[in-house]
């Protein structure tokens, strides 16, 4: 064949295969285009409409769908909410198999096998439904953070693809987008959680708390989605102050749960109505989703446009569970703070990555830049943070000096990992512009007794 045959033959092949707009028809390539070489795509890489339909509304719609193709057969669409079906049985059908399993309603269905039989009552309570699974119930949220998150980037390629300030419709739409991640999520409004909820939301069931958001952190998954949701926290173009108040909710509920994102897998920690630690096995390494839900939440807490935003950051890290609550039942765990990645602590390319400790010189150097010392919440938030970073250096001594002197050289070890020092100096020079003198002499003995112990 002649060239030109092969050119026209090529493009009719390609105009049958590139007929809709190519960011969603081709999104893999022309992101990949658009990452590796800059430039390259025919338009810029944005979408030319957004969506007019929630993704969420659009999946609750109906049952399962059937994909338009002409043939024998049918070709079911399924997703995580709307799950293919083994067979097609009428309702009829349905109970008349129901009938005819013996007894009233059959044993599956709570009522007698003829004989009485006890172990009815314990099939019942095993058979429970698909959809009641936590497991199911915790992927099923991360689709739904996941189509939003989606959503909002769409949102976000368009405005900068305008190059002119955003209108006031996209700022409200990405509000309503956030807001709905936010409730996806079942977020509390406020930056204490549901501990000071509303009366009426207490009476009529409806609390919020931050059991979902603790439930997907035990998810390789679900911590790549909170990392996600927290950069996009803050859009990547110039928005008015005072928007995005939803967004902010996502940042105070990562922040409550510092301490069960940033724990250590090899100390006990408080179990949920399923197995975590079983959960945690099978999920294998934690750390690369953890680094990156450090970095975003640095990163988030770096871009906040007032003093009184990193205060509502600053008191809804105080209100979770990184500052111990009942002080008569405190144990040594929670004295200690999860200040470097959990692994080997002779790796020095894992205990550079960023982690608790990262995200808490961020606040107290954001602190100091903002000028957050004149909130009249500062003082009584930057206490409790001194009293537990304080404790924290004070347990690892005494630790150390118990652990010397029965000669554990286990229990050495770990509490030499537990003080990085590149951290906890770095975190204390963060500290100084906002203690007191005697504070700071306090600190100053305490981190000494740790060097000196160690």
């Known amino acids: 064949m002649a060239g030109w045959e092969v050119s026209q033959f090529l493009r009719i092949m390609w105009s049958g295969v590139h007929a809709m707009e190519p960011y969603l028809e081709d999104f893999y390539f022309q992101a990949w285009l658009d990452r590796q070489v800059p430039g390259a795509n025919r338009k810029e890489f944005a979408p030319e409409r957004l969506r007019e339909v929630s ?24 997703n995580i909410r709307r799950p293919k079906p083994l067979m097609e049985v009428t309702e009829a059908e349905m109970a008349e198999m129901k009938g005819g399993s013996g007894g009233e309603g ?66 409200e739409h990405r509000e309503a987008l956030m807001n709905g991640l936010a409730e996806a999520l079942q977020i509390h409004t406020s930056t204490h959680g549901a501990e000071k909820g509303d009366a009426e939301e207490l009476a009529s069931g409806t609390k919020k708390s931050d059991d979902m958001l603790r439930r997907i952190c035990l998810l390789r998954k679900g911590r790549h989605v909170i990392a996600k949701a927290l950069g996009a926290i803050v859009p990547p173009y110039p928005v008015p102050p ?45 750390v690369p989703g953890t680094v990156k ?21 600053l ?14 039942q405190i144990t040594v765990v929670d004295l200690l703070l999860p200040l470097r990645p959990d692994g080997d602590p002779g790796d020095k390319t894992l205990v550079l990555r960023p982690w608790l400790g990262a ?27 001194y009293h ?31 003080v990085p020092v590149h951290i906890v100096v770095e975190l204390l020079q963060s500290m100084q512009a906002h203690m007191m003198p005697e504070e700071g002499e306090t600190l100053a003995r305490a981190l000494t007794d740790v060097f000196e112990a160690l």
């Open 388 to 418: 537990v970073i304080r404790d924290h250096l004070c347990t690892i001594a005494e630790v150390y000096k118990a652990a010397k002197e029965s000669g554990s050289t286990e229990a050495c070890e770990r509490a030499m990992a537990e």
């Open 106 to 171: 059959g044993p599956e269905e709570g009522g007698t096998d003829g004989g009485g039989n006890p172990a009815t009552a314990v099939r019942v309570r095993r058979r429970a439904k698909i959809n009641e699974d936590p497991v199911l119930a915790a992927h099923v949220m991360m689709e739904d953070c996941m189509h939003l998150l989606l959503d909002v980037d769409d949102l976000d390629r368009k405005v900068l693809a305008m190059d002119a300030a955003p209108p006031k419709w996209v700022l």
């Open 242 to 286: 005072g928007q995005f108040a939803a967004s902010h909710r996502i940042l105070w509920a990562v922040l409550r749960c510092a301490r069960r994102i940033f724990r250590h897998r090899s100390l006990p920690v408080e179990l949920f109505d399923m197995d975590e630690a079983r959960v945690v096995a099978q999920e294998g390494d934690l």
């Open 293 to 313: 839900v450090a970095e975003q939440l640095s990163r988030a807490l770096q871009v906040l446009p007032s003093a009184a935003d990193l205060c509502d950051a």
């Open 359 to 385: 995200v808490l010189v961020t606040i107290m150097s954001k602190a100091e830049e903002a000028g957050a010392d004149q909130d009249p919440r500062w003082p009584g938030m930057f206490k409790k943070i």
């Open 55 to 78: 993704p969420l509304d659009r999946t609750n719609q109906g049952g399962p769908t059937v994909a338009p193709v002409e043939g024998l057969g049918r070709i079911t669409l399924m």
């Open 315 to 328: 008191e809804a890290l105080c209100a979770g569970d990184l500052v111990p609550k009942d002080e008569e």
